[in-house]
């Protein structure tokens, strides 16, 4: 009996030998440096003639990524010894594709691609850059300091096209009007005076003809310049000059722990609704040897008053609202050209055509928003041919693909559907279209080709999860960016075709990462409270122990209920430990999130912690009454605008959440900056209203339930001043259910693993402690 004991007991002493060797999450080794995971290859790009395929990656746990090739023929992955000769990523072609322009460090250079053969045609100490072929194609336009030059590839004769100078002109001293009748007596009295100012005057005409003519000198005055450009034709030169508001007060960072033993303070960024810089377009006519500014007073609804001015009663005296001008885009024979203009309240985009002999600017499209403009591609513009432009518009309240013919005045629509096309590009021969598109699922990429006419649209990628593209030079191939749930970015190679099979050429996981188990989360929607589909990321332990997390992405508009590889990767793995533990967790692509077209995207308009919140409150109830999570016992949290949430959700839905963590959050809106801010709350001193309902600090009385704070203290995006006038507030208030963790030498995204694992044991004790 005791040995047949002996026999039933060994397999199952070996069964248990075996699950203690299975890894255990913990907090140490989720957030130990990322390199245990394995690197991702990234950046990559065809060489040239599309022998083989670039890409940085750092397979051997260096300080740093370093160069590899894949060579298609070998079918092996080799590291870059020496880059110093190879060409740079980017640049512009010929027309026929044979030849490639490109700067590198400074410098330009000509490559002629079936031969490989690349010619330096400058090498001076001040940088060249902006490579583009004139119209003939007979020269290089490059810039130079402020200035455009162009070089002629035959002779490698350099001339200068413009001559923009810094400051302003100084004015001919005057004479007054006893100086000027005291000269004209003295030439009137002396003959000799006469003749020799006479001889002089006729010496400088003649000097004056024999000289070269030089480019017209354009002063800059108190402005800066962007965006010289050069005509086709060689006619006109367009520019932008940008004016720096006065009295924009910027904020400083101050920085404790320092080399010097001394606290330094680092220069920050200005706040939401600062003073902004002023726009003014122009064209320099090189024939007429004249620069002029281009009106802007005839631009459609440029003097429209937004809707929200209305709630206040206020009378406004109709204006042009300030402009920014981005191009032109000229067509290939200079025929036409096309600017895209946004207001700078950002609620309105126009595709407007030039034209420079005139500055006339003839309406092409109108994209009107009543909160702001935006979705992918809305500042995308190419030529299909020489009278034909190819653009995205949000007109539908999804980002399509619309063409506009200038000559005919015809726009057609290319794309319809309720899904987004992210991402376009011409073929080689300007036949086709490619784009990246949602169509499948708001949760997958995958990329299609439609002629250019539109059409059907043939979908190319095949694997589910997210595909970024590379077209090969010849546009055989597909270089495939791919990921999906559980599994990190790798490169693929695939015919292109419809259902070619792809073939993985990186393989980046370490065994380490690969021996977890790691859960594909479900993919799920929720059901809001008006009645729209909410799309989550859900976890569901095997047992549950009754609890619940919600998580919240941040950034704002950004997506992350997807099939693929998560930006946020420590957090996808912390679910994962959160999961062994028995809680059940959601990820949510509230409103505001991207992927969803113009209505989600702008849900927030106004109220920030409005749907959004009642977004995740609706979560909590799918928690409860469809997976039976305890209502008491759901927590939150989230970093940046998942911080903010986090407090909204605390301050102004009390008992929903039991716990929350706030990491690196946004509490007062008027303290962030005016480019993200001021799109969704328009400017504090014009919508406080919006800023009073959706700035956490203004509702911190409503705390009941368990709060923790996180933040970076050198954060130069949402100051940590946001978290101390928050405390402050809560210490004024008598609040005692909180508390604050600070990051001495933390930006807003963490780098330090020791920072990460204290930060997220925080978090993990705090719902061990309170919802279990």
């Known amino acids: 009996m005791r040995h047949r004991y002996l026999l039933y007991a060994l397999p199952f002493c070996f069964a248990s030998a075996v699950a203690q060797k299975k890894p255990v999450l913990t907090v140490e080794k989720i957030m130990q440096d990322p390199k245990w995971i394995g690197t991702a290859p990234s ?4 060489a040239e003639d599309g022998s083989g395929v670039y890409f940085s990656w750092n397979p051997n746990k260096a300080k740093g990524d370093s160069l590899y090739l894949y060579d298609l023929r070998s079918k092996k992955i080799a590291k870059v ?36 053969q690349a010619r330096q045609l400058t090498n001076t100490v001040e940088a060249e850059t902006n490579p583009t072929f004139s119209g003939s194609e007979a020269q290089v336009i490059f810039r130079r300091g402020l200035n455009l030059f162009s070089m002629n590839l035959a002779s490698g004769e350099v001339a200068q096209l413009t001559q923009f100078i810094t400051g302003a002109k100084k004015a001919d001293p005057k004479a007054n009007e006893q100086e000027k009748w005291l000269k004209t007596d003295q030439l009137a009295m002396f003959d000799i005076l006469k003749e020799r100012a006479d001889k002089k005057k006729d010496a400088q005409s003649i000097a004056k003809a024999e000289q070269p003519k030089r480019p017209k000198e354009i002063y800059l005055d108190d402005r800066s310049l962007q965006y010289p450009s050069y005509s086709p034709d060689g006619r ?14 910027s904020t400083i960072v101050p920085n404790y722990v320092t080399e010097s033993g001394f606290t330094e303070d680092i220069p920050a960024r200005t706040k939401v609704g600062a003073p902004a810089s002023s726009y003014s377009f122009f064209v320099y006519d090189i024939q007429k040897d004249t620069v002029r500014e281009v009106p802007v007073k005839d631009i459609p609804g440029i003097r429209d008053v937004p809707a929200y001015i209305a709630e206040y009663g206020k009378k406004i005296k109709p204006a042009d609202r300030p402009v920014q ?36 600017l003839t ?21 299909i041919d020489r009278e034909t432009i190819l653009f995205h518009s949000e007109a539908t309240g999804y980002s399509h693909l619309y063409s506009y013919n200038l000559r005919s005045g015809e726009k057609k629509q290319l794309t319809s559907g309720s899904f987004e096309v992210q991402v376009a590009r011409l073929s080689n021969d300007k036949k086709n279209i490619y784009f990246q598109s949602n169509e499948v699922h708001p949760g997958e990429q995958h990329w299609y080709r439609m002629a250019v006419t539109g059409g059907e649209r043939v979908r190319l990628t095949t694997q589910s999860g997210a595909n970024d593209v590379t077209l090969s030079p010849d546009e055989s191939k597909l270089l495939i960016r791919y990921s999906a749930p559980t599994k990190p970015w790798e490169l693929y190679l695939q015919d292109n075709r419809p259902n070619a099979a792809p073939e ?4 980046s996981l370490t065994e380490e990462f690969k021996a977890y188990p790691w859960r594909e989360p479900q993919v799920i929607t929720v059901k809001a409270r008006d009645g729209k589909d909410i799309y989550a990321r859900l976890y569901i332990p095997k047992k549950k ?3 619940a997390v919600i998580f919240v992405h941040g950034a704002g508009y950004l997506q992350n209920a997807h099939k693929w590889w998560s930006q946020y990767f420590r957090e996808y793995m912390f679910h994962n430990l959160l999961v062994d533990k028995g809680y059940t967790v959601i990820d949510m692509d509230y409103r505001g999130s991207a992927g969803y077209g113009r209505d989600w995207r702008t849900g927030i308009y106004r109220f920030m912690g409005g749907k959004d919140l009642d977004d995740h409150v609706d979560g ?11 209502p008491k016992r759901i927590g939150m949290y989230g970093g940046s605008y998942g911080g903010f949430m986090t407090l909204m959700a605390l301050f102004t839905q009390p008992g929903v959440f039991k716990a929350g963590a706030a990491l690196r959050p946004v509490t007062d809106w008027a303290a962030y900056n005016h480019p993200y801010t001021a799109n969704i709350l328009n400017q504090p001193q014009d919508d406080s209203l919006a800023y009073r309902r959706s700035s956490p600090i203004y509702h911190a009385a409503g705390l009941k339930d368990n709060l923790l704070i996180c933040h970076g203290m050198v954060d130069v995006n949402v100051h940590f001043q946001d978290a101390v006038r928050l405390s402050q507030r809560l210490i004024e208030l008598r609040k005692e259910n909180w508390e604050l963790a600070a990051y001495p030498m933390e930006d807003h995204g963490f780098v330090e693993p020791t920072s990460w694992m204290d930060e997220y044991k925080r978090i993990l004790k705090l719902f061990e402690d309170k919802l279990r």
Do not use: C, H, M
């Open 363 to 383: 309406p092409i499209d109108r994209l009107r928003d009543e909160a702001w403009v935006g979705g992918p591609g809305s500042n995308f513009l190419t030529w």
């Open 620 to 630: 909590a109830k799918y928690l409860t009454q469809k997976l039976g999570i305890d």
């Open 504 to 507: 993985k050429i990186t393989e």
């Open 43 to 46: 950046n990559p790009y065809w």
């Open 545 to 547: 122990n009754g609890a």
């Open 81 to 116: 010894a020496d880059r110093r000769n190879l060409p740079a990523e980017g640049g512009v072609y010929n027309r026929a594709r044979t030849v490639k322009l490109y700067e590198k460090n400074g410098d330009l250079f000509w490559l002629d691609i079936p031969t490989r």
């Open 236 to 249: 006109f030169v367009t520019f932008q000059l940008v004016k720096a508001a006065s009295g924009a007060k």
């Open 325 to 360: 001008f981005f191009g032109p885009s000229w067509s290939e024979d200079g025929t036409y050209a096309v600017v895209i203009v946004r207001s700078q309240d950002n609620k309105d985009r126009w595709l407007l055509r030039l034209n420079p002999a005139t500055l006339e």
